[in-house]
């Protein structure tokens, strides 16, 4: 006979999102289902409902129409998701590393809390701005692998600790590097050295200090712009 465990038990996980759970992607033509779901989930982990602007956001079967959201002509694909300063309360998603091919990622001057998501690294990402919120937690070393893809990481103004991923040298065409005003700490890598399309570093306001590396050295001497720390180690 029937036990009580092939009874389907409620998810608790998934309650607060009910009165949200009519929104079907599958219903979304223009563009992929994946980039319609994170959307989906980045709204509902950032409080959508009281965004300063979230005008179309779960209204319409057109992502491309939200506000803050940039799609391809050609294939509709998401590549631009810009929702500075809008009252982003919350954490950021994992789900939006499943943009394959964003450009732009602009969550900057809101109230975002806990950690960057390693994930946020799976869709490539031209340019992430994430500055001017209350994240925590380490960078994560993963955004390394997007390598030649990305051209600016601004992470200034936050709560991150930690040391500066080595990994970053690999971010071969990387001209803004911004990490001011964190809880960062430790050697600045050696691997740095390697950013030779860098103009702009900034690490000011943290306790990340510059090592006896001559080629190190000679890289930091190189850049059009620099601010920082004033720490040796």
Known sequence: GATASSEPTPNPAITPTAPFLAYDCSA???SPQA????????YLSTDGPSWSDNRGWL????PCSWSGINCSMATGAITHIMLPGNNLQGSIPAELGDIAGL???????NRLVGHIPPQIADGGLGQLV???NALTGPIPAELGEIGPAMLALDLA???????LPSSLGELSNLNVLLVNDNSLEGPLPASLAQLSALFYFNFQNTRVCVPADPALKSWLDGLSRLEYSGFSC
């Open 157 to 163: 103004n936050n709560r991150l600790n930690g040391e």
């Open 28 to 30: 979304v033509t223009e």
């Open 59 to 62: 209204q319409n079967n057109t």
């Open 130 to 132: 994430l500055r001017n």
């Open 103 to 109: 450009n732009w990622l602009d969550l900057s001057d």
């Open 35 to 42: 980039h319609c779901q994170a959307l989906v989930a980045l």
